[in-house]
């Protein structure tokens, strides 16, 4: 079995632009592995393509862990599948049952976004490489947040009171170093059944919005590489997380 990774370094900050910028800062010099950050307020957090991500003073968890890969690049095909079964389990772990993934990096309950994940890369195609995997996670939002899509968080989940945060964030860490040490030896396919069991898409039409045009189908799973698998009028399809957004039809 893969050995639980060791932390690097964990850093909590009051506030900060973004957990993921913080890292990717330290990616290049610092040559450490398992590097965390956590911080009570992001400036500018962001999600996929720079879209703003909200996270209000004391409202969420912002998490983000630079892990270090000798794979390269190609090897690290579904690692936000990966992750988003992990963080469901650290729900799970803190009485947050019912949290599914929806392709390729949300959490969440009833369809409504609990919890994103942004991985951002760096490296060689095919030799040393880094990921620095950000996961934001909403404790506790206004009622009346604008953020853009229908959402929930772990206080109106648990029926009132939140789960602590810093339990989430052990949870988390814990499971990550874990599962980021068997992700490195086994890839995606580790993952898939777990992926299976939780896939808020599988079954369901769904809308494929994509710069070239859009496309509807049935989702049904995603492959060995992390990619959704979409049953169309002409037949099955595969799509990678890139440039597309997935609606439900
Ligand atoms: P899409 O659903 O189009 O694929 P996405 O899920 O990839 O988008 P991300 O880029 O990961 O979205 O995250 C940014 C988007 O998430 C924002 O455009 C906004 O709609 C939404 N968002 C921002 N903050 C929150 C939050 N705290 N909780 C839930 N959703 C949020």
């Keep these: 079995p893969a050995q639980r990774s ?78 988003g079964v992990v963080l469901v389990q650290a729900l799970a772990d803190c009485g947050i049952d019912g949290a599914r993934l929806k392709w390729p990096n949300d959490v969440t309950v009833a369809d409504r976004k609990l919890a994103g994940i942004l991985i951002e890369l760096g490296g060689d195609a095919l030799g040393p490489c880094h990921a620095v995997i950000g996961i934001g996670i909403n404790l506790r939002l206004d009622p009346e947040a604008a953020v853009g899509q229908p959402w929930t ?63 509807t189908g049935t989702a049904c799973g995603v492959d060995a590489g992390g990619a959704l698998r979409i049953r169309t009028a002409e037949g099955e399809c595969r799509v990678d997380s890139g440039e597309v957004s997935i609606r439900l039809d």
Excluded: I, M
Excluded at 206 to 212: D, F, M, Y
């Design 6 to 83: 060791r932390l690097g370094d964990l850093a909590v900050h009051w506030q900060l632009d973004s957990t993921n910028s913080a890292l990717l800062r330290r990616a290049g010099g610092d040559r450490r592995d398992n590097l965390v950050c956590l911080a009570e307020l992001q400036t500018q957090g962001r999600g996929r393509r720079g879209r703003a991500w909200h996270l209000p003073l004391g409202g969420g968890l912002a998490f983000s862990l630079l892990k270090r890969f000798e794979c390269g690049l190609a090897g690290l095909a579904g690692l936000s599948a990966a992750v």
């Design 153 to 215: 968080d772990l206080a109106t989940l648990a029926g009132g009171v939140a789960p602590s945060r810093n339990r989430l964030a052990g949870h988390l860490l814990a499971r990550l170093l874990d599962a980021l040490a068997v992700f490195a030896e086994h890839g995606f396919p580790a993952f898939a059944e777990a992926y299976a069991d939780h896939d808020a898409l599988a079954g369901r039409p769904v809308r494929v919005l994509a710069p070239g045009g859009d496309r």
